[in-house]
């Protein structure tokens, strides 16, 4: 059975965890804020989007070059069809989330400067765009939203219900299989 790389587990937890972070940095622009907390937010929103954008494109590269784990034979097929489907849902999300987000910080006005150097802003205010791609960026985030709480909860049945090694596999960092 062909195991991830390490790599490809660490990508997996580091975008995690700062798509999860991400996710309450962009919950404020909802709330009443002032220019400038709203201006520092969105720096700190594109700029963990570019981090998880650089992540996201390794994960394609490496899944691409070394493939993904097989299923549990014991899966059921409709179990086995719907993971693939859900993965790949992730990946596509993944991908309109980050161009979504990059096309609609290019419709503000106001600087969005990522890591104190990329101007993300075409610094033309277009606000018919500006709030036709966020629509999309937003319904993509709830989307997400959805599909990593299925991706978790199904996670969680694989561990305590069906208690086979699929949640297992992505836990372990210290074994051979995973070095390559």
């Known amino acids: 059975m062909i195991d991830y790389l390490r790599i490809q587990k660490i990508i997996h937890w580091l975008m995690a965890i700062i798509i999860m972070l991400d996710l309450n940095v962009a919950q404020k622009f909802g709330g009443e804020m002032e220019l400038l907390d709203r201006l520092e937010s969105r720096v700190d929103h ?6 998880v954008t650089f992540l996201f ?21 409709w179990q086995t069809y719907l993971a693939k489907l859900g993965h790949f849902g992730l990946y596509f999300l993944m991908g309109l989330l980050i161009v979504s987000g990059i096309t609609a910080a290019n419709f503000t006005n106001d600087p969005i400067v990522v890591f104190g150097l990329f101007n993300l802003s075409s610094e033309v205010d277009n606000l018919y765009m500006f709030e036709l791609i966020r629509g999309i960026h937003e319904f993509t985030t ?28 992505m836990l372990k960092f210290w074994t051979r299989k995973s070095v390559r």
Do not use: C, E, W
Not at 152 to 168: M, P
């Open 46 to 51: 594109a700029t963990a989007g570019m981090i």
């Open 142 to 169: 709830n989307a997400i939203i959805a599909l990593i709480t299925i991706h978790i909860l199904a996670a969680i049945y694989h561990h305590f219900i069906v208690k086979d090694d699929t949640t297992k596999n």
């Open 57 to 77: 494109v390794l994960r394609i590269i490496l899944r691409y070059r070394y493939g993904a784990p097989s299923l549990p034979q014991t899966m059921p097929l």
